[in-house]
């Protein structure tokens, strides 16, 4: 699991993805927000919704999955392919009829294209600034136009209240009977739909600071509720169980992400060491590598490997425990299975990179240039792969490519003067009409665009 930081926003900038309203306060105005990045949980959420995005009839592999480092409940879709999901909805959902509900839900969005709707009504959209900073990976500068601010907040509201980014009364029913409509389909049922908004229903008289951002932006109404409940009345399938492997999914992410969220005594107060079930054992193992307790963790993912031989996130945490043990060749042969297992996880193929490149070998740097090379396939918004590529050819001094992958990292972390610079060199140094040579007169152009549009 890979944390990557968004960087704080400008004072008084509401922090509005899509069309949904986050209220940075406290703590998380003074930090950013951070995403997490983890193949196994996003590919969890993958195998909940794409069922849904088939019923609604869009390109399941068009559509991005992001995980949000934050407590409160909310969910949210950005950029019309987005879709946001905090960790604290993931984690406060007591099995996975509920996310998949939220998911349908926020699918309707999509599919009844509200998002273009409400952003015809915005002029500067925050949400792009926002979009800039997941597409860099790590970083991007905020723009300092004060106009952003402005065009976010509507009649003069504040922060609190509910803004333009707000979906309508009208927009939330739409959703909803498009959610029930993709779940019948699938044929799931609709009664976690109604239990999340249930969780809801409590605060629907709170004041907006003790409210949850999802409360805020999907505002919720009886007719709502008693529409959900007629669907249930009525439905075939609302007594249908959640499959088994759905089952498991949640509860291996629930504690997979308990074990990495919440303090180790908590952690291991809530899965005990009597509890030999999968999930607690997982979580046991994360906590004591939080913890540094690394013979532990060893011991308890050793157990579970030896159980799962074929399961690549087990040999994955593996590798993760001995790399952040400053063990890396020992992590080595654990990241090498993961990927043999699962070829696509650029992330893990990234792990695996950075543990050979510490090893200052020249075999070892290129089986990482390698792994590197297929996993920016994957992941082209990555500037840590970029990075690392530029090491693995400097450790066989390509100096043009260096440059070339340096460039690209600078462009996806917003330092465009620095793209432009190391684009330039690049030029001097790779064959004219060269795919590389023509890739940094594409960077070159885009920070020397994006400068003259005041970005």
């Known amino acids: 699991m890979k944390r990557i930081r968004i960087p704080r926003l400008l004072p008084g900038l509401v922090a509005a993805v899509g069309v949904a309203l986050i209220t940075p306060t406290g703590e998380s105005r003074a930090s950013g927000i951070s995403l997490i990045h983890d193949t196994e949980i996003e590919n969890t959420i993958r195998l909940f919704a794409t069922p849904l995005f088939e019923a609604a009839g869009l390109e399941a592999a068009d559509i991005r999955i992001h995980i949000v480092k934050d407590a409160s409940l909310n969910a949210f879709v950005a950029g019309g392919q987005r879709l946001f999901i905090n960790t604290g909805l993931l984690m406060k959902t007591e099995h996975a009829g509920q996310i998949i509900g939220v998911i349908a839900h926020e699918t309707g969005h999509i599919a009844g294209g509200h998002l273009l709707r409400l952003q015809e009504k915005l002029r500067n959209s925050t949400a792009q600034t926002i979009l800039t900073y997941v597409l860099g990976g790590v970083a991007a500068v905020a723009s300092g136009n004060p106009g952003v601010a402005a065009a976010v907040i509507a009649g003069g509201a504040t922060i609190q209240q509910r803004t333009l980014l707000s979906y309508t009364r009208t ?13 019948e389909e699938t044929g799931k049922s609709s009664v976690g739909l109604l239990e999340f908004l249930g969780t809801l229903s409590s605060q629907e008289f709170l004041t907006s600071d003790n409210q949850d951002p999802y409360i805020r932006s999907h505002p919720l109404t009886r ?35 308990k074990g990495f969220l ?18 607690a054992r997982y979580a046991r193992a994360i906590a004591f590598k939080e913890s540094n307790q690394v013979e532990k963790s060893l011991a308890l993912i050793d157990g579970l490997i030896a159980q799962f031989p074929e399961d690549p996130f ?3 945490l593996k590798g993760d425990i001995l790399q952040d043990a400053g063990r890396a060749a020992d992590s080595i042969p654990p990241y090498r299975t993961a990927v043999e297992i699962l070829p696509w996880a650029a992330l893990i193929r990234t ?13 070892a740097s290129r089986e990482a240039l390698d792994n590197l090379l297929k996993a920016v396939r994957y992941e082209p918004e990555s ?7 530029a090491k693995a050819y400097s450790n066989e001094d390509d100096q043009a490519n260096v440059m070339l992958s340096l460039a690209e990292a600078a462009l996806l972390s917003g330092k465009r003067d620095v793209a432009r610079y190391r684009a330039t060199r690049a030029l001097t140094l790779l064959p004219a009409g060269s795919a590389g040579w023509l890739r940094a007169q594409d960077i070159q152009n885009a920070s020397v665009k994006h400068e003259n549009e005041g970005g």
């Open 171 to 183: 927009m939330e029913q739409a959703a909803d009977q498009a959610a029930i409509d993709f779940l």
């Open 223 to 257: 007719d709502r509720m008693e529409f959900l409940r007629n669907i249930i009345k009525n439905s075939q399938f609302s007594d249908t169980p959640i499959a088994d492997d759905l089952k498991r999914a949640h509860d291996r992410m629930r504690a997979k992400l």
């Open 351 to 363: 792990n695996l990179a950075q543990s050979l490149l510490e090893l200052n070998d020249l075999d």
């Open 314 to 316: 087990f040999h994955e």
């Open 262 to 279: 919440n303090p180790t005594g908590r952690t291991l107060r809530e899965f005990k060491s009597t509890d030999q079930r999968v999930p």
């Open 383 to 389: 500037a840590i792969i970029w990075r690392l590529m």
